[in-house]
């Protein structure tokens, strides 16, 4: 009784093992969206360590969406130690929208902005045995080079796969950065600059912790294909700081330091493609916080002269597709 079921729990075991292996010259069509939404939920002010009356406060409202989305052609060239290591890369859309919306007192405010990427259209090959000059080569359209040095070249989410071979097992966060948009090293060019001077996005980046927990769940058929379930779950926090100049305060103004920090929640799963050994998909949704404090340098009975509290809450998600080709 006893090896009747070792043995189907070992053909099991051997056939949903999922690992990054895709044959060279291999090639996939990618899509991969990423969009965050946030609202401010409080808002408060103290002014020599006294809370402030809320009637004294204007009526504030903030929203703000940000979507990236991204379609790549992928030729595997070459990988080893389960990642890429040669690949051509042609890009076809690189697109971002920034909006945000401010109401105060019941008069709104809303501001767009549109970002593209000059590699749009363009070819890369990528090699990461080559000489540090020739890693990254642009085979075909205009781009400039620091556009095409900044490229990463595994964008296979390949590090999930990693520890595969057991039932669960953790993955840092150079499998994939929730706080960092700019995918593969991408460089956004943004039509209008930016207005929000109050967090710092390489701050977020660079001081993002936390793991990722990967379960493999089930195996799943899909038009044909057999994929791999991978449940994913993780929670990160980050923060930055900047040294700034109170705004749009009557009562008080000044030097100040602005400290935002951020907490995120996200799950999902990755489906992995378990003959063609490569990812098939990916989904994820998450719940942020974050709060952002604005105090001035100058004191009042040992005391901020002036300090503001904004908390504020959303929602992101990502949809990543892999379509083989």
């Not at 044959?23 to 991969?32: D, E, H, P, V, Y």
Request: charged share 25%; proline share 5%.
């Amino acid at each position: 009784m006893l090896r009747t079921l070792l043995v189907p729990l070992a053909a099991l075991t051997l056939v949903s093992a999922p690992r990054f292996a895709p044959a060279a010259g291999a090639q996939a069509s990618k899509t991969l969206s990423w969009t965050s939404s946030t609202q401010l939920d409080e808002w408060s002010a103290t002014m020599g360590g006294s809370p402030v009356p809320s009637q004294y406060l204007p009526k504030l409202e903030l929203d703000g969406t940000n979507v990236r989305t991204l379609e790549w052609n992928d030729e595997w060239l070459a990988c080893a130690d389960g990642a890429p290591v040669r690949l051509r890369r042609k890009f076809v859309e690189l697109a971002g929208t920034e909006t945000n919306v401010m109401k105060m007192n019941g008069q709104a405010v809303e501001t767009v902005r549109k970002a593209s990427s000059p590699l749009a259209g363009c070819t890369v090959l990528l090699d990461e045995r080559a000489k540090p000059d020739a890693r990254r080569v642009l085979e075909n359209g205009e781009c400039a080079a620091e556009h095409v040095a900044a490229l990463t070249i595994d964008l296979d989410l390949s590090a999930f796969v990693a520890g595969a071979g057991e039932s669960e097992w953790t993955v840092g966060l150079d499998a994939f950065n929730p706080f960092d948009d700019g995918f593969g090293g991408l460089r956004w060019q943004w039509d209008t600059p930016s207005k929000n001077t109050h967090v710092d996005d390489a701050q977020l980046v660079a001081n993002a912790e936390g793991e990722w927990k990967v379960k493999l769940a089930d195996t799943r058929e899909v038009d044909g294909r057999k994929l791999a379930v991978l449940a994913l779950e993780g929670q990160f926090k980050t923060r930055c700081e900047l040294d700034g100049e109170l705004e749009h305060v009557p009562v008080a103004s000044g030097p100040t330091r602005e400290v935002s920090d951020y907490k995120l929640d996200v799950r999902g799963e990755l489906l992995w493609d378990l003959k063609a050994s490569i990812p098939a998909a990916c989904a994820l949704q998450g719940e942020l916080e974050f709060v952002h404090v604005t105090r001035t340098v100058a004191e009042t009975n040992g005391q901020a002269a002036y300090e503001q509290r904004m908390r504020f809450s959303g929602d992101v998600a990502l949809d990543f597709r892999v379509t083989p080709q």
